[in-house]
C-alpha cells in the first residue's frame, strides 16, 4: 500500500513539504502511521451529556464523579460476586470522595493496613480497566506527577506472573510502609474518575436557580474535556455581563425570585444600593406577589422575605421598562406587543394585552408616570425614574467590572456554540425553528440578514460572539441589544413560543394571559420525518443519528417518554433544579454513550454529598438502554477516527514522496 502512486485526493507536494517538518523521515512517518492506526483499533471513548443543571452544584458534582453511574456499573462488572454489595457501594463511595471517605475508614477500621492493601489492589483493577480504552501516552499525561510511574507499573504488570505478583506486592507494600497510601488512594481516585469520561457534553443552562452556578463554571476551569451548546440562562447572563441592562434586571430577578444571592455575592455584584432603593420606594408594599420561592433547605425569616421580595419587585419594574425600550428600538423584532408596562392604568387597576383590558392583582406603582389614555401611551411611561436611572447605572457598573464574572463568561464562549455535532448526534439546547409543514424557518437575525437552520445557529454564534468584540462581524451595539430577543424572542432558538408572560404572571388575575404557546419546533419533533429533515440539513450523517436536547423537563409522573421519533430525538433535562421536582416526578435525565451504545439514566433527587460520604448512598437512578451497537464500536468509528485516516492518508503520500526522491529524508 505505501508503494501505491498517491491519488488526486492526497495533498499536493506544497503540503507534504510542510508535514515533513514534522516527520522528517521514512522511519518517523512510519512510526506514526503505526501509532494512529492502533489507535483507530481502541474502544470509542464515554461521552457524557448533561443538560439544565441550573446551579445545582453538588448534585452536578456528584454526576460527574460518578459518570452517571458508570463507575458504579464498572464496579459491578469487575467484582460481581467476589466481593458484597456494601464492599461495592464503599467502594465506589472512596472513588467518588477519597479524601472524605478516608477520614471516616481511618476513625473506623481496626487493621488500616489490612485494608489499605485490599483497597489498593482494588483501585489498580478499577483504573486499569477504564484506562483500557486509551492509549499509554494518554494515560500518562492524565496521571498525578508524583505517582506517575509508579501507578503506570501497576497498571502494566499481571498479577498471574508469580514473580510480578511479588513485585506488585512489594509497591503496595511499600506505599502503605512509607505513610503515602492516603495520597496514593486520593490520587488513584481522581485518575480513575477522570478515564471514566472521555468528553463531557453540556446542552445548556448551567445558570439559574440553583446557588452554585459559579462553582459548576470552577469546576469546568479545571475539567480536562468538555463543550456547551449554550442554553436560555446562559445567554442572560452573557447578556448581563455584556452589559445588555434587560439582561442585568433579568438575572436579578431571577435571583431574587429563587432567594438565590449566593452567586451574586461570588461576583461580587452589589445589592446594597438595590435594597435602599426598594425600601425607600416600595417600604409600604406587601408586594406578595413577589414573595421569594423558598426551596428547602433555604430558610429565610420574615424580615428577610419581605426585603427580598420588595427588592424583587423593584428590578422588575426597571425591567420591564428596559425590555420596551429595547422593543422600541427595534420595532423589526415585533416585539412591542410586549410592552405592557407601558398600558398600565393604576386608577382602573389595569392594564392592556392585545388590545383587551385586564384587572390586575397589583396597583402600586409609584415609578410609572401617569397615562391619562392607555391606547396611546406618552413616551414618558417608559422612561426610568432619576433614581431608578441611577440604580441602574450602579447595577450595570458592578456586572461589567466583575473579574470573576468575566472569567466565567469568556470560557462559556471559548468553550461553547449555539450548536455541535459529534459523532452523528446533533446537539442544542432547545430548538430548531420550523414552519407549520416542519420545514425550517428562515429568521431575520438582522436587517437584511435572514437564515434558517444551520446557518441561522452558526449567525446566532457570530452576533454573540460580536457582543463582546469590537471587530465582530454584527455591530456590537445590536448584538448586545440582541441577548434580549434570545432570551424572549418568539423565533429565538432558545426561546421558540409565542410570547414569556413574565408581566401577566407577576400582576394578571387572568390565567388564560399566562399561556406561552410553543413554537412549531415542540408540537413537530415526535414525528421521525421531522427530526430527519434537521438532521440532513445540518450534515449529519450515518446510520444511528439523533438530536440530543435539553431546556424542556421531561414529565415522567405523568408517563412522558424523553426518547421521541423513533430514537431519532433524546430530551435529557437535567431536572436537577429542585423547582422542577414536584412538576416532573423525577430529577431529569443525563446520558452516556459508551462504546456499546446509549444509556439513558433517569435520576432522583440528590440528597447531598454528606449523605453519599457517610451513608454511602447514590444518586438512585434508572438505566434505560437506549441503543446498543452490534459491535463495539472503536475510534476508527468516530468523528476522531475520520480525522486520524485522513492523516495516515497524508502520510501514506508522504512515505511515496521520500521514496521516489519527490522529497529527501533528513536525520534528525
Request: hydrophobic share 35%.
Amino acid at each position: 500500500m505505501n508503494n501505491t502512486e498517491p491519488t488526486e485526493s492526497h495533498a499536493d507536494l506544497h503540503y507534504l513539504q510542510l508535514l515533513s517538518q514534522s516527520f522528517p523521515n521514512i522511519a518517523e512517518a512510519s512510526t506514526e502511521i503505526i501509532n494512529l492506526e492502533a489507535i483507530m483499533a481502541l474502544p470509542k471513548g464515554t461521552e457524557h451529556f448533561l443538560a439544565d443543571i441550573h446551579g445545582e452544584s453538588q448534585a452536578f458534582q456528584h454526576v460527574l464523579k460518578n459518570a452517571s453511574g458508570n463507575i458504579k456499573r464498572k464496579v459491578n462488572e469487575l467484582f460481581g460476586n467476589d466481593i458484597r454489595e456494601s464492599e461495592k457501594k464503599e467502594l465506589c463511595t472512596l472513588i467518588y470522595y477519597p479524601e472524605q471517605k478516608l477520614e471516616l475508614i481511618k476513625a473506623n477500621e481496626t487493621d488500616l493496613d489490612d485494608w489499605y492493601r485490599i483497597t489498593i489492589h482494588q483501585l489498580v483493577k478499577v483504573c486499569r480497566d477504564v484506562s483500557s480504552k486509551y492509549t499509554r501516552s494518554k494515560v500518562r499525561k492524565s496521571l498525578p506527577e508524583e505517582f506517575s510511574y509508579i501507578i503506570q507499573e501497576l497498571l502494566h504488570e499481571s498479577l498471574s506472573d508469580i514473580d510480578k505478583a511479588a513485585y506488585v506486592s512489594v509497591i503496595v507494600n511499600t506505599i502503605i510502609s512509607t505513610g503515602r497510601a492516603d495520597d496514593f488512594i486520593c490520587a488513584i481516585c481522581n485518575v480513575i474518575q477522570r478515564l471514566a469520561i472521555d468528553q463531557l457534553h453540556i446542552l445548556g443552562d448551567i445558570y439559574d436557580r440553583g446557588p452554585g452556578a459559579h462553582i459548576i463554571m470552577d469546576t469546568l476551569l479545571q475539567y480536562h474535556s468538555w463543550d456547551i451548546q449554550w442554553g436560555n440562562h446562559d445567554i442572560l447572563w452573557m447578556g448581563a455581563s455584556a452589559g445588555n441592562d434587560a439582561c442585568i434586571c433579568n438575572v436579578l430577578r431571577l435571583c431574587l425570585r429563587y432567594a438565590n444571592l449566593a452567586t451574586i455575592e461570588e461576583y461580587g455584584i452589589n445589592l446594597v444600593p438595590l435594597a435602599t432603593f426598594a425600601l425607600e420606594v416600595y417600604g409600604d408594599d406587601d408586594c406578595r406577589e413577589f414573595m421569594p420561592l423558598l426551596m428547602p433547605g433555604n430558610e429565610m425569616d420574615e424580615k428577610t422575605q419581605l426585603l427580598t421580595a420588595r427588592m424583587h419587585k423593584a428590578i422588575s419594574i426597571i425591567q420591564f421598562k428596559k425590555e420596551a425600550e429595547i422593543f422600541h428600538r427595534h420595532p423589526e423584532w415585533m416585539m412591542e406587543d410586549r410592552c405592557i408596562i407601558e398600558t398600565v392604568n393604576p386608577g382602573k387597576h389595569t392594564c392592556t394585552i392585545g388590545g383587551q383590558e385586564y384587572p390586575m392583582s397589583d396597583s402600586n406603582f409609584p415609578t410609572l408616570s401617569p397615562t391619562p389614555n392607555t391606547q396611546h401611551p406618552t413616551p414618558n411611561t417608559i422612561l426610568l425614574t432619576p433614581d431608578e436611572a441611577d440604580l441602574m447605572q450602579k447595577l450595570h457598573h458592578s456586572f461589567r467590572i466583575s473579574e470573576k464574572l468575566h472569567k466565567h463568561m469568556r470560557t462559556l464562549l471559548s468553550h461553547g456554540c449555539m450548536y455541535a455535532v459529534h459523532n452523528s448526534n446533533l446537539l442544542f439546547h432547545a430548538s430548531c425553528p420550523l414552519n407549520a409543514d416542519g420545514t425550517l424557518k428562515e429568521v431575520e437575525i438582522f436587517p437584511g440578514k435572514r437564515y434558517s437552520g444551520k446557518d441561522l445557529m452558526h449567525n446566532i454564534g457570530m452576533m454573540i460572539r460580536s457582543a463582546f468584540e469590537n471587530t465582530g462581524e454584527y455591530p456590537k451595539e445590536y448584538a448586545r441589544d440582541y441577548f434580549l430577543y434570545l432570551w424572549c424572542g418568539k423565533d429565538s432558538p432558545l426561546f421558540d413560543k409565542s410570547k414569556m408572560a413574565t408581566f401577566e404572571r407577576y400582576f394578571v388575575t387572568d390565567r388564560e394571559t399566562y399561556k406561552e404557546e410553543k413554537g412549531n419546533y415542540f408540537k413537530l419533533r415526535d414525528a421521525a420525518e421531522v427530526c430527519d429533515h434537521i438532521l440532513d440539513a445540518f450534515g449529519v450523517e450515518g446510520p444511528n443519528r439523533h438530536i440530543i436536547n435539553g431546556h424542556v423537563p421531561v414529565h415522567a409522573s405523568k408517563g412522558e417518554n424523553p426518547i421521541k421519533a423513533g430514537g431519532r430525538l433524546m430530551v435529557i433535562d437535567g431536572g436537577f433544579s429542585e423547582a422542577y421536582h414536584k412538576e416532573t416526578g423525577i430529577a431529569g435525565y443525563t446520558l452516556v454513550y459508551h462504546s456499546r451504545g446509549f444509556q439513558l439514566v433517569q435520576h432522583e433527587p440528590f440528597t447531598s454529598a454528606r449523605d453519599a460520604i457517610l451513608r454511602g448512598t447514590d444518586i438512585k437512578s434508572t438505566t434505560q438502554i437506549v441503543e446498543m451497537s452490534a459491535h463495539r464500536m472503536l475510534v476508527a468509528d468516530t468523528d476522531k477516527g475520520h480525522e486520524l485516516r485522513a492523516q495516515v492518508t497524508d502520510l501514506q503520500a508522504l512515505l511515496y514522496a521520500y521514496r521516489h526522491g519527490l522529497l529527501k529524508e533528513k536525520r534528525v
